[in-house]
């Protein structure tokens, strides 16, 4: 769990912090820092945006929480570090996880010397939602 590997060294856990861990443990929805800084301040009306974003830069320095990069125009985060990949919807920018093991690698000749230790794929579509939208 998120919360007992960050109580140890390093990382003093604020009562600000603990409720941004709190709100990510277990979270599937992939938050932007704006999502997250809305949801906490709802609990914390002291808790700024600034505390958001340093604590997860903090999170993502010690393996915490995964950056995701799929929608250009938001950082999202993931407090699932296990392997897995992504599928984002185009037009709501919905994030969903994807676990299979595609089982795919780089032919050896195109390594470069590369040891190659993993891989995320993002996938992008159209979510059930906006594809009903789209047709009433
Ligand atoms: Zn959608
Ligand atoms: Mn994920």
Same mark, same amino acid.
């Given at each position: 769990?998120?919360?007992?590997?960050?109580?140890?060294?390093?990382?003093?856990?604020?009562? =600000?912090?603990?409720?941004?861990?709190?709100?990510? @443990?277990?979270?599937?929805?992939?938050?932007?820092?704006?999502? *997250?800084?809305?949801?906490?301040?709802? $609990?914390?009306?002291?808790?700024?945006?600034?505390?958001?974003?340093?604590?997860?830069?903090?999170?993502?320095? +010690?393996?915490?929480?995964?950056?995701?990069?799929?929608? /250009?125009?938001?950082?999202?985060? @993931? /407090?699932?570090?296990? /392997? +897995?990949? #992504?599928? *984002?919807?185009?037009?709501?920018?919905?994030?969903?996880?994807?676990?299979? @093991?595609?089982?795919?690698?780089?032919?050896? @000749?195109?390594? =470069?010397?590369?040891?190659?230790?993993?891989? #995320?794929?993002?996938?992008?579509?159209?979510?059930?939602?906006?594809?009903?939208?789209? $047709?009433?």
């Amino acid at each position: 769990m998120l919360i007992d590997r960050h109580g140890g060294t390093g990382f003093k856990l604020t009562p =600000q912090r603990l409720a941004i861990l709190e709100y990510l @443990d277990g979270n599937t929805s992939h938050p932007a820092a704006e999502d *997250i800084y809305r949801e906490v301040k709802k $609990r914390f009306r002291t808790m700024s945006f600034a505390t958001v974003y340093n604590t997860l830069e903090v999170l993502k320095r +010690h393996g915490g929480v995964l950056e995701l990069t799929i929608d /250009p125009e938001r950082k999202h985060y @993931d /407090p699932n570090t296990a /392997p +897995h990949h #992504h599928l *984002i919807c185009l037009k709501c920018k919905k994030i969903v996880d994807v676990h299979t @093991d595609f089982k795919i690698n780089i032919p050896a @000749d195109q390594r =470069q010397g590369f040891k190659v230790t993993g891989n #995320h794929i993002e996938f992008y579509g159209i979510c059930p939602e906006c594809i009903k939208e789209r $047709r009433s």
